[in-house]
């Protein structure tokens, strides 16, 4: 691919933001003070310390490699063919139910303003075009796929940024003392429900390094991105839910379109209208991310034959072709036969699938391939990354076992494609 065509540092930054910040962070506030009340600053905080003990892990990784993979090319360097490709297999997978039910969701969006949009054959033709039009653009090249990422993700940024600058000189600092109605959780925790409910809205930053052989100078930039990153969407997410609790108290808990309540509250309609504007760019956004990183999780695998290598071929922009197709008529598929909903509940333990390899890949990875230059090292030597595996562990203990179970049958399933598709590579 031609230089001038690749990814900078701000681009992945605004990839990485993309990435992350979805429709999640416009439905967070509520659900998070429902289940603890102002408690959740405290939460959000907790998680932030998570995110960022894993993101350190994925900032030396990242700073190790340069080829397509992410997490997938860590774990097969650390621990070898098969625990690799579990872990890009289950992500390639995952991030086409992710599409396919954030496609999905922006036609459920559009429906507010358009009630036509999430029905029959005016949804599914919504679909079709998101999916199918992305697919498009993505096999014409990364230029256009990163300016028209650049201009979406800043798009949704502003509304968020005219909430937080407007809302913080209408927060009602009694709202911080005012009981809220929390809702007890059964056979858990309120704090472990709403940590891991949280945790899904800092999802996706591990997208960064999927496309590094897009990228410039991934062995430098990755690092950075993922730190600058994560900082940016740990703000916004801080100030977000203190501006929501500030402005509604516990009204909160019973919103269900909080940013959108709390605008209207200090704002008035156009601040309403606003940030249901914002909503729409926000999970349009998030489309655009998806349509570029998740065909790169299938040519990784290919690349290394374990997957059918034509898989990784590039079409004349320089784009993998048969990857994109692959991806988009699965996700379209997904969809349209409306199950993805159900399948995308289970996104957040699969994320761990990535994880907790990755993280342990780090102490592996320092004894077995000293030679590595890394660009960036995790501080305090393997406490860090210990640390993002025990508290990663202990959440998806308390997380619903269905969604556990069928994590772990996706895993499974795994398994004979590994073999079929070993067999397939060595004839």
Known sequence: MAEKNKLGFWSIVLLGINAIIGSGIFLLPNKAYKLMGVGS??????????????????????GMFKKNGGPYVYAKEAFGDFVGFEVGFMKWIIGIIAWAAMAAAFAQALSKVWPAANHGGVKAAIIIIILGGLGIVNILG?????????????????????FVAIGVFFINGGNFNAPAPTAAVEGGSNFAAAALLMFYAFTGFESIAVAAEDMHNPEKDVPKAIMTVMAIVSAFYILILVVSIGALGP???SSTAPIADAANRFLGPIGSSIVTAGTLVSIGGINIAASFITPRSGVALAEDGILPRFIAKNGKHGTPVYAIIITVVLA????????????????????FVQYLPTCLAIPVLRKKRPELVRTFRVPLGPVIPVFAVVVSCWLVYN?????????????????????????????
């Open 41 to 62: 600053l405290g939460v959000i905080i907790f998680d932030m310390i998570l995110v960022l003990s894993i993101a350190l892990c994925f900032a030396e990784a990242g």
């Open 142 to 162: 990364v230029q256009i796929s990163k300016i028209l990422n650049n201009v979406i993700t800043i798009g949704k940024l502003l509304p968020l940024i005219l």
């Open 251 to 253: 009204e909160l808990a």
């Open 399 to 427: 997380s619903d076992i269905t969604k556990i179970l069928i994590g772990l049958g996706g895993l499974l399933f795994g398994v004979p494609v590994y073999l079929l598709m070993k067999k397939f590579g060595n004839r």
């Open 332 to 351: 379209i598929l997904l969809a349209l036969s409306g199950s993805f909903a159900k399948l995308a509940a289970i996104s957040v333990i699969s994320r």
